[in-house]
């Protein structure tokens, strides 16, 4: 049985209206939040 995917998209809107400024697909931010949390490690680790 193939394992399922889970596509994912996040909208930021303004605070104060609620209007969408801006949609991003969730594996490319997903991508970036784990590259982030991998320098953070490596660097607190190094200290």
Do not use: E, I, K, N
């Given at each position: ?6 596509d994912a ?25 784990t590259a ?12």
């Amino acid at each position: 049985m193939p394992c399922s995917t889970v596509d994912a998209v996040v909208a930021v809107p303004d605070p104060h209206t609620g209007v969408p400024l801006a949609f991003m697909d969730g594996a490319a931010l997903t991508m970036l939040r784990t590259a982030a949390a991998s320098a953070v490690a490596t660097a607190a680790t190094t200290r």
